[in-house]
């Protein structure tokens, strides 16, 4: 059984900076693909970012180019996600999740396990 485990979310003036982490167990096997997703009052769960299970293939959604960065540590079994020069707007709760395929998938309804999601608010 895959579980994720997030952790690094926080309050943070805009303009600064957070790094999201998730520990994600039982996925060395199954070669999963990794993804965050973020979800803000009434509204839906979007994808951000996505990495293969190599890391070499990553894609972003457009609101967050050149200020978010994913990467992985295989080794550790951990998927981060470094946030610089949050905006208001970035305020969600933020999710990790896995897929069980190695590809990189944008799709949420590709992903088969979520961790419990971490709260990112920034205050203007």
């Known amino acids: 059984q895959v579980q994720l485990v997030e952790s690094g979310g926080g309050l943070v003036q805009a303009g600064g900076s957070l790094r999201l982490s998730c520990a994600a167990s039982?996925?060395?096997?199954?070669?999963?693909?990794m993804g965050w997703f973020r979800q803000a009052p009434g509204k839906e769960r979007d994808f951000v970012a996505g990495?293969?299970?190599?890391?070499?293939?990553?894609r972003y959604a457009d609101s967050v180019k050149g200020r978010f960065t994913i990467s992985k540590d295989n080794a550790k079994n951990t998927v981060y996600l470094q946030m610089n020069s949050l905006k208001p707007e970035d305020t969600a709760v933020y999710y990790c999740?896995?897929?069980?395929?190695?590809?990189?998938?944008?799709?949420?309804?590709?992903?088969?396990?979520w961790g419990q999601g971490t709260q990112v608010t920034v205050s203007s």
């Open positions: 999740a896995a897929a069980a395929r190695p590809l990189l998938t944008t799709m949420v309804e590709n992903y088969d396990y």
């Open positions: 990495i293969s299970w190599s890391g070499g293939s990553t």
């Open positions: 039982g996925c060395t096997f199954r070669r999963c693909a």
